[in-house]
């Protein structure tokens, strides 16, 4: 596999490196680039890789910008600290969106997902993918699910990242929206409940009002409550209640049942 890496900081640049040889040893790095021009020049000047890592910030712009200088003919992982692209990531060939810190797992798990979508497309060794088809079928796959595992939190100075598993709702509290987790902590989010609702996987989180988004795992206990309505405790405490109107408690019973 032909690897073409594009970011800016030398530092990323040399540890996606290091993570790519462990997770995969055959892996040759074609190319490297460090800002839109480079990218544009090699690629318009080299021979097709078979997949670009491709961080979104760079020095001189964005790499979206990239796709509007050449036609990109193959797959793409896009690797960025900023969590807002995602959707726009995959309009341009992107097969997955990973957010830095890069976690070995998770690249690993996007080239296993290359490797069996491309199985799927190889009529025999003669034969080159289709490269065009390999990337339809991965949006199909891939678009409709494009859910967090974690978020980018900054607390004061710092950024640390929050893994969505360690989640037990979100709330909405006069004009900011928080995450409560497991160990009781809360952290502020950058996102509105209804854009949250669209980027956490709706298997594990559910609307149950208009102030909360709940998460499964955080369910302690379920009661009824007059007119068809449900009372959802969030703690062992019972000190966290949720009610659940009517109008939702079918959905609500339905979705328990994933």
């Not at 088809?133 to 900054?154: C, E, H, S, T």
């Not at 206990?221 to 209640?241: C, E, H, N, P």
């Amino acid at each position: 596999m032909r690897v073409f890496i594009v970011e800016d900081e030398a530092v990323a640049r040399r540890r996606l490196k290091s993570i790519l040889r462990e997770v995969k040893p055959e892996a040759v790095i074609a190319g490297e680039a460090d800002s839109v021009k480079s990218a544009v020049d090699w690629l318009q000047s080299n021979p097709i890789p078979d997949l670009v890592l491709m961080d979104i910030e760079l020095m001189d712009g964005q790499s979206f910008e990239i796709f509007e200088h050449v036609k990109v003919q193959c797959p793409v992982i896009f690797i960025t600290a900023y969590d807002g692209f995602a959707i726009k990531a995959f309009k341009h060939n992107s097969i997955d969106y990973l957010l830095k810190p890069i976690v070995e797992e998770e690249l690993e798990q996007s080239l296993k997902k290359l490797d069996t979508i491309r199985g799927m497309f190889i009529k025999s060794e003669e034969q080159s993918m289709n490269v065009a088809a390999l990337v339809n079928d991965l949006k199909k796959q891939m678009v409709g699910n494009v859910y967090r595992n974690r978020f980018l939190i900054r607390i004061k100075d710092r950024y640390h990242t929050l893994e969505i598993s360690t989640i037990s709702w979100f709330y909405a509290t006069q004009k900011l929206v928080m995450a409560h987790c497991h160990d009781q902590k809360e952290y502020a989010m950058d996102y509105s409940l209804e854009e949250l609702e669209k980027i956490v996987n709706p298997a594990e989180f559910f609307r149950a009002s208009r102030q909360y988004l709940i998460a499964k795992n955080s369910i302690h206990t379920i009661l009824s409550a007059s007119y068809g309505k449900l009372t959802v405790t969030l703690d062992k405490a019972g000190k966290q209640q949720v009610p659940i109107s009517r109008e939702k408690a079918t959905d609500f019973k339905e979705w328990l049942s994933w």
